[in-house]
């Protein structure tokens, strides 16, 4: 297995998923979220469309996935980060959450290779270094104790702000290739 760390824009990674920061609606919002929606295209808004008629929605700290459309992946997996509010409402919890119910669907697709963004860090203003460290342990956590198809694991950046926070907590604690 191996991590890596890169400063990037998540919609020219070429992976086998991609995950979405996504909202409860799945209809497409901002940051990450719009940009999969812009540049994926109406493949995925359409399935979107037929999981919010089939389950409403997706909830907080709770997976979904679609094709990927126009993308360079097969798929998005969409998870809905929490807002932060001081760490009163289960924000670490729900947060844990989003990576793992993410690993549980690529492991259902056999994915080998899935990228995640910072997720809730940005309009949800997670705190960024209690973030990366609860991204790093939860995907660290789900990998030693499921057996998995994927072999490599991409956080994409979107400033060196999170870069660097995400290989300082990655030091010394699994392989970090380049």
Not at 10 to 26: F, H, P, Q, R
Not at 114 to 129: H, L, M, Q, V
Not at 149 to 174: A, M, P, T
Request: proline share 3%; with cysteine.
């Amino acid at each position: 297995m191996k991590i890596e760390v890169c400063s990037a824009d998540i919609t020219n990674i070429e992976v086998d998923g991609i995950v979405n920061a996504a909202n409860t609606s799945l209809l497409g919002g901002s940051g990450v979220d719009g940009a999969i929606h812009r540049k994926g295209g109406i493949e995925i808004l359409e399935e979107c469309k037929k999981i919010r008629s089939r389950q409403g929605g997706c909830k907080v700290g709770e997976a979904v996935y679609t094709v990927a459309g126009n993308l360079p992946s097969n798929y998005v997996i969409h998870t809905v980060g929490p807002v932060w509010s001081g760490g009163i409402n289960k924000e670490k919890e729900l947060l844990s959450l989003c990576y793992t119910n993410s690993l549980k669907i690529a492991n259902q697709l056999q994915l080998k290779s899935i990228a995640f963004p910072n997720i809730s860090t940005g309009i949800y203003k997670f705190p960024k270094p209690l973030a990366a460290e609860i991204a790093i342990s939860s995907v660290i956590n789900f990998l030693e104790k499921e057996n998995t198809s994927l072999i490599k694991v991409y956080f994409v950046c979107l400033d060196q702000e999170n870069e660097q926070l995400y290989r300082d907590n990655l030091r010394g604690r699994i392989e970090l290739t380049h």
